[in-house]
């Protein structure tokens, strides 16, 4: 019998979820069980049923992956944060943009959100807001999370298509199955806790299963109020909402809640696989502390089919998706919320996501493999905001995205081949048509230029087909036992958004709105918009000794970008570009089509120091540098990180493992002109984690920011957490609030505890 969550841990609301699965599952098909820790244990298998997972066998070498975040890696981070795209800082080279609590943007070496490519058990999900609050990671818990693989830049093309930054591949745990008609069950159960923002939740998965049939339960549930920085960041208290005021030092607008349930349903035929699962997510509220507006409500219904074959010729999947998105916006309780007799400003968002892909493996023997495939998906946006109010959000509805559809069909090919014993080649290609349209749109009433734009747009052409290309060569090269070299060429090119294309207004209060780089600026788009085309080159070093003691590697990248998307000032008066830049305040602007290149290095290392009887003891680390430049307007590239790394030591010892890690990012002073982008200045972490590993219980600890360090994310955008938001350089009623960064989170003590059952 399922197990409700609700009932299972009655005084928890739950949180976090299953993850034990792929470990239980795997422990109990193996001979021995190796915990996280990497010491051995007998299996009991005199007195439990055997578990198998089903997993269709992979290759060892995939080519162009940056790295691979598996069960353990997840672990050790999912106890200090339920954001998961945070976990995949660990991989050098990727950072997140700041957002709300669970909706933090991936950046991989400089490029961000719909530049990449984000696979959530194959489904191809597309952010429903003009803030991008919803974003294809949000949706999944960390311990929902098996692996995660990401490819940054030179990206085979079958994990590829409509992106130029790369792909993040995320899967959760493979069905399990005993290995006889047995009835059997397991699960885990767990919960957390952080000081900072008093965060806390659960975790429940639960999965009953014979030899054909195997049925999983999930649920998990997560929720903070807002946390403070390591100091005092701004000089004002006033919220403007009533007489509500936040100490110097609280982040406003960074509470957040989520509830996220899932069903699996699967069955076995000998090497033949059918998987169902429906996903459901509630998010009754995630606030925002570089954007003017708040997620009040985002409810995600998602129904995703998979299938796996092995066949005498190779391997065929197929796959089959809806998703259906209600997303709320108006202002939280840290923001205004009457303006005159307006009830906030309500904005509602609605999508709709079919899907469908099909690839197939096959096997050429000495020839290496080749894999086909072909996706198809159908992607309806509204984006309207309701009247409120008398005066300037009235009569009508003011439809921000009427009627925005965009169709996706790709195909591909790709031949991957070991040439001779040392050197392994992939090469493919990949066609998309993307057609993208929206219908014609109406303001609130015809003030603030609202008629002029609303014309203008509706006399534009607003239907746009595009064929993109795609293709990759990689060639890998073992140079001896302690030597490889991987390079790989890429072209790549990405369809502009529907908020790229199809926004519309210059007005200042709603170009606001429409803003995914939380910069504090308005947006606004260009329905002629052509697509991003970039081409990259990259090598990776690798050096290692014989034993794996010790390792490193490097990684060096460059691309060039035709017609990437960037922005420029706008005067709405004369409805052209500004013919002076202003600087130090927020502005309008409208993506526009410039060529940029962007260059840097991923490096990182790793050495054994001792295994005694004190245990095992290492050091590894990181380090990355990018540098992105406009280069017709000679500005950098918004949102890159400065130089930044990390050096950890580690310690293991029977079940205990322990880290003490020092993080140092260097100063933002290479900013966007455009966007009046804030530079930050350097600093250094100090985190400290320990954590015990039972059988079937692990217990972890920790402090983040020990020293309690006041600083400001060089990705976290303009401080939007509190005050007259609606109100551009008008935030802090009077006066603007342009300059101030959101921090950083201060010093922060996590526990967390799973059960496996």
């Not at 976990?87 to 530049?115: E, F, H, W, Y």
């Not at 649920?219 to 109020?225: C, I, T």
């Not at 925002?288 to 129904?303: C, K, T, W």
Request: proline share 4%.
């Amino acid at each position: 019998m399922l197990i409700s969550p609700m009932n299972a841990v009655p005084t928890l609301k739950l949180s976090v979820l299953s993850i034990a699965l792929f470990q239980i599952s795997s422990a109990y098909a193996d001979t021995a069980n190796i915990n996280s820790y990497g010491h051995s244990e007998a299996l009991p298998t005199a007195t439990l049923p055997t578990i198998t997972v089903y997993a269709p066998v992979a290759s060892t070498n995939i080519l162009g992956t940056a790295a691979t975040l598996d069960r353990n890696d997840i672990n050790s981070k999912q106890v200090a944060t339920s954001d998961t795209a945070t976990i995949l800082t660990k991989i050098p080279g990727i950072n997140v943009q700041s957002a709300g609590g669970i909706s933090s943007l991936p950046v991989v070496r400089g490029l961000a959100d719909n530049r990449l490519r984000i696979l959530v058990d194959g489904v191809d999900s597309i952010a429903s807001c003009p803030n991008s609050m919803n974003s294809p990671l949000s949706y999944i818990a960390p311990s929902a999370v098996a692996d995660a693989t990401v490819y940054a830049g030179v990206t085979p093309v079958s994990v590829g298509g409509n992106s130029i930054g790369g792909t993040i591949v995320v899967e959760t745990a493979e069905p399990v199955f005993s290995a006889d008609s047995t009835l059997v069950s397991s699960g885990e159960v767990g919960a957390f806790y952080r000081s900072n923002g008093n965060g806390y939740g659960a975790n429940l998965s639960t999965t009953l299963a014979d030899d054909t049939f195997s049925l999983t339960y999930k649920g998990s549930y997560a929720q903070s109020d807002n946390y403070t920085a390591g100091g005092d960041f701004k000089s004002y208290t006033a919220t403007g909402n009533g007489d509500k005021q936040l100490p110097k030092d609280e982040v406003g607008s960074t509470a957040f809640e989520s509830k996220n349930q899932s069903l699996d349903l699967a069955y076995k035929n000998g090497d033949y696989l059918l998987q169902g699962t429906y996903l459901s997510q509630r998010v009754p509220e995630e606030l925002y502390p570089n954007q003017r507006m708040d997620m009040l409500d985002n409810q995600l219904d998602r129904i995703n089919l998979r299938y796996k074959g092995e066949l005498g010729w190779g391997q065929l999947e197929a796959q089959a998706y809806h998703e259906d998105v209600d997303h709320y916006m108006n202002f939280g309780d840290d923001k205004q919320f009457f303006y005159s007799d307006a009830n906030g400003m309500p904005m509602y968002t609605d999508s709709e996501t079919i899907g469908a892909n099909i690839k197939g493996t096959i096997d050429l023997t000495n020839q290496g493999t080749v894999t086909v495939g072909a996706e198809y998906q159908d992607y309806t946006l509204n984006d309207l905001w309701p009247a409120s109010g008398t005066e300037k959000m009235s009569p009508n509805e003011f439809q921000n995205i009427n009627n925005g559809q965009r169709q996706r069909i790709g195909v591909y090919g790709e031949w991957e081949k070991q040439v001779t014993p040392k050197w392994t080649t992939q090469i493919g290609a990949r066609y998309e048509n993307v057609r993208t349209s929206a219908d014609e749109v109406i303001g609130y009433n015809m003030m603030a230029n609202q008629t002029r734009d609303s014309a203008n747009f509706n006399a534009s052409d607003r239907s746009t087909t595009d064929n993109n290309i795609d293709a990759t060569v990689i060639a890998h090269y073992d140079i001896d036992e302690q030597r490889s070299i991987e390079l790989g060429v890429a072209h790549k090119e990405r369809t502009p958004s529907l908020y790229e294309r199809y926004t519309w207004s210059t007005w200042p209060m709603a170009a606001i709105m429409n803003n995914t780089v939380g910069d504090g600026n308005g947006y606004f788009g260009d329905p002629s918009l052509q697509p991003e085309k970039s081409n990259t080159l990259s090598a990776t070093f690798d050096w290692h000794a014989v034993n794996n003691s010790w390792n490193i590697k490097a990684t060096p990248y460059y691309s060039k970008i035709d017609d990437y998307v960037d922005a420029v000032q706008w005067d709405s008066a004369t409805n052209a570009p500004a013919a002076t830049q202003t600087v130090d305040r927020y502005n309008v602007l409208r993506y526009t089509n410039q060529d940029a290149r962007i260059y840097g290095i991923d490096i990182t290392a790793d050495r054994d120091l001792a295994n005694n009887a004190w245990g095992y003891w290492g050091l590894s680390g990181s380090l990355s540098y990018t540098n992105g430049k406009n280069e017709e307007t000679g500005s950098d590239l918004y949102n890159i990180m400065p130089l930044n790394g990390s050096i950890a030591l580690n310690h293991e010892n029977s079940g205990w493992k322990n880290q003490v890690e020092v993080v140092g990012v260097a100063a933002k002073n290479k900013v966007s002109d455009p966007r009046n982008e804030l530079k930050t200045s350097g600093y250094g972490l100090l985190n400290l984690s320990t954590g015990y590993q039972w059988k079937d219980i692990s217990v972890e600890v920790g402090i983040d920011n020990v020293f309690d360090r006041n600083y400001a994310l060089p990705l976290g955008g303009a401080y939007m957490g509190q005050g007259k938001t609606m109100s551009m350089n008008g935030e802090l009623a009077p006066g603007s609030n342009w300059g101030t960064a959101v921090p950083g989170v201060g010093r922060s003590f996590f526990m967390g505890v799973n059960y496996k059952f």
